[in-house]
Structures are given as C-alpha cells and as structure tokens.
C-alpha cells in the first residue's frame, strides 16, 4: 500500500524530531506532527529549561547531526556529589559520593545543555532534511489501525497514512490513549521548582544532588557561572513557594542551595510541575510504538526522563532498520516486539529505581537516614564500585543500540 510515509510521528518536542532524524538516515521517511507553531517552537530567549545528558545521549545527537551544532553551547559534567542533609544545615559531608570524570576513559560523564539551543538545532535539521516533513501549529483528533497502514486525522482535516504511527506526545499522550492503552503509576505528592540561577563563585563543572527530607535538590552546572536548579518539594510547600515574587523565591531556595558558589540570584523563568510516576502498560501496539515520557514519565532523579527517551529513539530506529534491511513490514508486531523485548527490562527497572531513591531518600526516618548514608560512604570508598555507578549513570553499560555508541543504526 502507498503511505504518504514510513512514520508517522506525533509530538514535536525533543525525541519526535531526534527519531525523525535517526530513521531518516535509515532511508526511512517520516512525517513529524506538533500542535505548537514553527514561532513558538522557535523562541531562543533562556526560560531556564536544561537538560542533562548522558555520555550515550550526546554520542547519539552526535550521530544525527546535531551535536556539531549545540557543542560550543554544552557543560561538560567532570564530577558529581551526591549528599543527604536538611534544609539550613548542610549535608552530611563525610557520606557523600564522589564522581570524577577521571575515573572512566571516556571523557565527561555528560553534559547539560539548555533547551533553547537543542530544540532549535533539531527544528532546524528537521526542516532541512528531504525525508522529513513537518505539520505544526495541528492537533491530532483521530487515529485508524488497519492491517496495512497506520493512519491520523488532523484538526484541519487532512489525513496521513504511514506504516507507523509513533507518539512521542509526553505523559498525557493521546496516541496511547486513542490506542486503548492504560497507564499505570502514582502521585509522588512532590512539585518541582525549576529555574536556573547566576552565582558568584565557578561551579568547576560539578553537578550537585542534595537530598532532602521533602525531596532532592539538584544543582547542574551550565555555561559561565550559572546552574540550573530542579527542586523537588512537597506539593503543598511547593505551591506556596511557586506563589512568592522572585525575591521570595530566593529567600526561600537559599538556605536548601547553601553558600558555597557565593550568593545566587535568578537568571530566566521559574516553572513548576507535579511529579508522578506514569508508565504505559504497553509500548507497542499494531503499527503503533510510543517512547520518551508517553511510553514511561518517571521521578527527575538524576535527570534520566530525556535520555530514557533517546534510549527508546536508538533501540527503535535499530529495529526498523534492520527490518528494513530484511525487507520485513516495518510497522509489523513481528518487527514491533523486538523493540518491546529490548526496552522491557531497562524501561522497568529505571521506574523501579527511582521510584525506590526518591523514596528512599526523601524522608527524615532516622534509621534509613543512617542506612543510606553509610551505603554511601561505603560506596565513595569502593573504586570499583564508584567507576561502575559512572558508567551506568553515562548509558555507556549493557546491550545498548548502535546509535548510543555515535555508529549509525
């Protein structure tokens, strides 16, 4: 049957435009849908959005074609310091973890870089790329399956057909909905604070995370003497914080930061939004996959939402290219479970894993205070151990996709 192209992709965030550009160098066609326009897309002013990468997640934008154009933008991260404390006192120093870049041969752990530069660099390479298509500023109101082809009804009314349809349409995705699958997870009764902030003092690279009884504070190093700030508090805290002006917002976050970059003032926006945990029960239906958050949206502990969803962009385009290669239906189940049996386990086992830190971590229980800061020091004191928590932490472990690794699919 002829389809207007292979996939079709709905959501024209990050990991929507990154498959698009993966399966284009596969030779396979894609047709992205976004319901925000080209303009606002396209706004470079800094909101104060960042992102963590991990060494894998670079290697991949790498070998799409986009980190030559973020690069000169990016914060290496050299090291990492992990800490239990309270809010005003400080953490708990002699229990840290320690992380230095030194310790693997591959260079920096990762990188941050700011949502203005990625999301445009991929704009950009999607509008310029000849088996790429876009359809901005359109909502998607209908989807059909059908033994040959995967087809969307658009708001304006136009239809498309693909041999896959794809959501990439965030937590509240509606092709998962539509497709009648359920979701299964929680509310964390937690809100996170987002922001970035100047300081006085150079970060030297270090990403910080200090958890607190109410929720971890992560503090990541971005270009010049800035970092951005993810604060995870209780809903209700966090609503009266989210409500003060920005002098007391800061009143607020000082005492959690601390002084040790010198004192701190806001640089950009202020976001905040409720932290659960939502996992598609499938990932994969009849011509039908989902990644990013609308396959699984878990806790923002270390900051692995974005690179779980360049995870699922590497493991899927793999898939549809050696099928492709073999002369198979691409948008065949046949072809589909593969994807599914490679991610089950990992998909599963990160929502475990942060569900079980974030609960772990983020309670004043003086006995799992003493437990966990002792598995702490342990660790910092274990060089094998430590270099196997930065490898797994860089997506550079395991049966990882070729993509993951900068080699084409």
Request: glycine share 12%; with cysteine; charged share 20%.
């Amino acid at each position: 049957m002829k389809h207007d192209c292979d996939i079709l992709i709905v959501g024209g965030g990050l990991n929507g435009p990154a498959l698009a550009l993966a399966a284009a160098q596969a030779g396979l066609s894609s047709i992205v849908v976004d319901r925000l326009s080209v303009a606002a897309r396209s706004d470079t002013g800094f909101d104060g959005r960042s992102y963590a990468l991990a060494l894998a997640s670079q290697r991949l934008l790498a070998a799409i074609g986009i980190w030559e154009r973020v690069a000169n933008e990016a914060q290496p991260i050299l090291h990492i310091v992990t800490s239990d404390g309270r809010a005003g006192e400080g953490p708990v120093w002699p229990f840290a973890m320690h992380f230095d870049n030194g310790e693997i041969d591959e260079g920096a752990m990762g990188f941050m870089l700011e949502d203005r530069y990625l999301r445009q660099a991929l704009l950009d390479a999607i509008e310029a790329n000849p088996l790429v298509t876009t359809r901005s500023g359109e909502d998607v109101i209908a989807q059909e399956i059908t033994p040959e082809s995967a087809r969307i009804t658009l708001a304006s009314g136009e239809s498309l057909t693909g041999a896959l349809l794809v959501g990439a349409d965030g937590r509240t995705s509606g092709v998962c909905r539509r497709a009648g699958i359920r979701r299964t997870g929680w509310d964390y009764g937690q809100t996170a604070l987002v922001c970035a902030v100047e300081h006085e003092l150079p970060h030297g690279g270090t990403a910080h995370q200090f958890f607190m009884p109410s929720g971890p504070l992560a503090i990541l190093p971005l270009p010049g003497n800035r970092s951005s700030i993810v604060w995870s508090e209780a809903t209700e805290t966090a609503e009266r914080i989210a409500a003060l002006d920005d002098a007391g917002f800061l009143e607020a976050l000082r005492p959690r930061f601390g002084d040790f970059l010198g004192d701190i003032r806001l640089a950009g926006a202020r976001f905040s939004y409720p932290l659960n945990l939502t996992m598609a029960n499938r990932i994969v239906g009849e011509r039908l996959a989902l990644i990013g958050d609308a396959a699984q949206g878990v806790h923002p502990i270390a900051g692995q939402g974005f690179n779980q969803g360049l995870v699922d962009v590497a493991t899927l385009v793999q898939v549809l290219a050696e099928a492709r290669r073999r002369g198979e239906d691409i948008g065949s189940s046949l072809v589909l479970e593969r994807h599914r049996a490679w991610r089950s386990f990992d998909r599963s086992a990160l929502a475990l894993g942060m569900d079980t830190v974030n609960r772990l971590f983020s309670n004043d229980n003086p006995l799992l205070r003493l437990g966990r800061d002792i598995g702490m020091a342990a660790i910092d004191r274990m060089p094998g151990l430590r270099r196997a928590f930065i490898r797994e932490a860089a997506g550079v472990t395991g049966d990882i996709p070729n993509l993951l690794k900068g080699r084409p699919a």
